[in-house]
């Protein structure tokens, strides 16, 4: 296993990062990141903006926008959330990737004593609430899982932020996002700060695995800047107002 942990908050950076070893690295050992951003919306690969955000709330706030290369819906992050990502050869069908990725983050949940779910394809959930969503995409013979976890975020900036799919929420009685997304920090027994939370995440999805911390070096940086240059910092990527 290669362990990644970079203290920078901009997601474009982080995105950059996983291009990098998809693109360039294609290592045979599993990589796992462990990040975390300033406030940011981050739509899928294939979301118009103005169906999935309120642009001037947005711009109000000071909120990022950023395009991830995987699929699924639009999601808020903020520095009390946490995001998680694993990259490996793709061995199997991308749904074996995403339900081992599901279940890792489930076991490590349980080991604080939070009980979470898998319900349908992409979304882990605590008391019928979601408080994780995965995408995936793949570049050649690679595959990257991610995904988010609502540990400490501001729901109320959440709900305002993000754009509800009334065709979702209605037919299954929810009233609002807020309604169907809650934080796992007032599950914990013992109350950690998102920092604590973080190395324990860690040492748990690490745990009896031997791995080793991967430093980026000036050649990768250079690459990755390529990347957030050309892609994923670049509004016409961004902002790009069709999907594609």
């Known amino acids: 296993m290669i362990f990644i942990n970079y203290d920078s908050t901009d997601a474009a950076f982080h995105f950059s990062v996983?291009?990098?070893?998809?693109?360039?690295?294609?290592s045979e050992d599993p990589i796992l990141m462990l990040w975390q951003t300033e406030s940011s919306v981050m739509l899928g690969n294939n979301q118009i903006i103005?169906?999935?955000i309120d642009v001037e709330?947005?711009?109000?706030?000071?909120i990022n926008i950023v395009r991830r290369s995987s699929g699924g819906g639009a999601i808020y992050t903020d520095p009390g959330t946490l995001l998680y990502t694993y990259i490996q050869p793709k061995s199997e069908e991308a749904k074996t990737h995403m339900n081992e990725t599901a279940k890792k983050i489930i076991n490590a949940l349980s080991k604080f004593d939070v009980t979470a779910e898998r319900v349908g394809r992409n979304d882990i959930l605590v008391d019928g609430k979601k408080i994780s969503g995965l995408a995936q995409h793949s570049t050649g013979s690679m595959i990257c899982t991610h995904g988010s976890l609502l540990y400490d975020t501001d729901i109320d900036?959440?709900?305002n932020v993000l754009i509800a799919n009334e065709e979702k929420l209605i037919p299954k009685g929810i009233a609002s996002i807020r309604s169907r997304v809650t934080n796992i920090r007032p599950y914990l027994n013992v109350d950690h700060t998102i920092e604590e939370f973080k190395e324990m995440l860690k040492d748990e999805l690490l745990k009896?695995?031997?791995y080793n911390t991967y430093q980026l070096s000036t050649d990768?940086?250079?690459?990755?800047?390529?990347l957030y240059n050309e892609k994923y910092g670049n509004e016409s990527w961004n902002f790009r107002a069709n999907s594609q």
């Open 208 to 210: 009896d695995v031997e």
């Open 50 to 52: 103005s169906a999935e």
């Open 57 to 62: 709330f947005a711009n109000k706030r000071g």
């Open 18 to 26: 996983e291009d990098f070893f998809m693109r360039f690295i294609k």
């Open 220 to 226: 990768d940086l250079s690459k990755v800047n390529s």
């Open 157 to 159: 900036i959440l709900s």
